[in-house]
């Protein structure tokens, strides 16, 4: 697997790159904890999701694609305080898991911070999805 820094915005750090092959398979999972998520983001090819709640800093990424193989997420964000990227990765495997991360683990600071979501399944190889979102509450 190999990683580097990318810029999104004003400087918003986070790692990218991922390595996995897989045949896709069709899938459908309702969202965990039902549909009170802030944010959705899924792989281009749908074999992860990752579900974001701001309050919290919860997110959970599900593999939702029968295929075998793991999906993979990364968030990263630009500490206000110290200027450094920061980012921590997920990953679950088996269809139908799903593995969570909160605050406890990180704390990604209000006020409006950008944080970047980029979301592998084993369809896209070595190109993720992206998406970003400021974090206001």
Known sequence: MQRKLMGIG????????????????SASLAPPGGDTWDHV?????????????????????????????????????IDPNSLAGKYFDMVVGNYGSCVTSTASQHDIPENG???????????NQATSTKYTYNNDH
Not at 10 to 16: C, D, I, N, R, T
Not at 63 to 69: F, H, I, K, M, P
């Open 113 to 123: 911070t950008l944080v970047q979501v980029s979301v592998w399944g084993p369809g």
């Open 41 to 77: 983001f899924a792989s281009s090819d749908k074999s992860a999701t990752v579900y974001v709640e701001e309050h919290g800093d919860v997110f959970t990424l599900c593999d939702t694609l029968a295929d075998g193989y793991a999906a993979h997420a990364e968030i990263g964000w």
């Open 10 to 25: 004003a400087g918003l750090a986070a790692a990218v790159g991922a390595f996995v092959f897989a045949t896709p398979a």
